[in-house]
């Protein structure tokens, strides 16, 4: 039971960061680089924070837990939090080239394999024996049905007029775009590597409940995030010259943006804070808690092709293309509840 509970929290998480780029559609007079940054500092700084105060045990602080993991612990997690900024980065540009169907499927695909597999590497697991096994046999289920998703998308893009590419995903730039999301999922999995690094072994030496555990370490590596994101995103408002476009729209605009931005922001978040929350009940399952990374990245791509099809980027495709796209739904899906099975 306890299980079940933590697989729909982890789902529920991950439905809202699949979500969370619906909201951009609606930033108005602001080019990428802007709400980038805007929605970010929600994403990164504003609910990180809110969220880590929750692990915050009676008469302490968060400086105070944070300064108990020990300096060397928090360096290294908000270093891993830095470069995961490039693959957070590099994540938004792969949707802006392949959409989101495809930009996603592609970049949380290798996240999910590198993300579960190198912590187990780390901790001496053998991936051919034991719970290593069943890691491997799991990740190449997922990566097998995101391959599957993937291939959906090639045969999508070949029925599809330049016209029609464009009017579906706007930047439409197959071979950058899968250069991209390569990048973009290699430099993701160092997120769940800076969840390893140690912060929340120390947060439950300090008695903090587990159900928020992993809070502060989400907060350290969402830190390192934002520092990458943010020199980017403000080199690009230079370059660009588009920095006064923060300021320079109509007050009704503004709040416009920044409501959508915050709500972006909220809704990507959620995927982390679920997935704190629901690793807090598959404890007794020692499988399941090391594949927890690879199971939020499946929801994540199956939720995130619901999207694709609700905002038509499948529009017009063939009945073997939908049926291709189906089949490796189902492989996705199989994946998350395999490690349970055996």
Not at 200 to 226: C, D, H, R, W
Request: charged letters at 10%; one cysteine or more.
């Amino acid at each position: 039971m306890n299980t079940f509970i933590g697989l729909i929290i982890i789902a529920a998480g991950s439905f809202g960061q699949s979500s969370s780029y619906v909201p951009i559609n609606r930033v108005k007079d602001w080019s990428w680089e802007n709400f980038w940054l805007t929605q970010g500092i929600f994403a990164w700084l504003i609910f990180p924070l809110l969220g880590a105060l929750l692990a915050i045990p009676e008469n302490n602080t968060l400086l105070g837990i944070i300064t108990f993991a020990g300096s060397e612990v928090v360096l290294k997690t908000i270093g891993y939090g830095v470069l995961w900024g490039i693959g957070g980065l590099t994540f938004g540009l792969s949707m802006r080239y392949l959409g989101v169907a495809l930009g996603q499927s592609l970049a949380l695909g290798t996240c999910s394999a590198f993300g579960v597999l190198i912590p187990a590497l780390l901790k001496g697991e053998s991936l051919f024996q034991g719970k290593g096994l069943i890691l491997l046999i799991g990740v190449s289920l997922a990566v097998a049905g995101i391959a599957i998703i993937g291939y959906a998308g090639s045969l999508r893009s070949k029925n599809m007029s330049d016209e029609e590419k464009r009017q579906a995903v706007k930047d439409y730039a197959l071979k950058k775009g899968l250069l991209i999301a390569i990048l973009a999922g290699v430099m993701s999995a160092c997120f769940n590597l800076g969840l390893e690094a140690g912060v929340k072994q120390k947060m439950v030496e300090l008695n903090v409940s587990s159900l928020y555990a992993g809070l502060p370490a989400t907060l350290l590596v969402t830190i390192g995030g934002f520092i990458t994101n943010a020199v980017y995103c403000i080199y690009q408002n230079v370059k660009n010259k588009t920095g006064k476009q923060y300021f320079y729209v109509p007050g009704k605009v503004l709040i416009n943006n920044l409501l959508f931005c915050a709500l972006a922001g909220m809704l990507w978040y959620s995927q982390f804070f679920g997935f704190s929350i629901g690793q807090s009940f598959l404890e007794d399952s020692a499988v399941m808690m090391a594949f927890s990374w690879g199971i939020l990245m499946a929801l994540n791509v199956t939720f995130s092709n619901v999207w694709g099809i609700l905002l038509k980027e499948w529009k017009g495709v063939s009945n073997t293309t939908i049926f291709v796209l189906i089949a490796g739904l189902t492989i996705l899906v199989f994946s998350v509840i395999f490690p349970k099975l055996v």
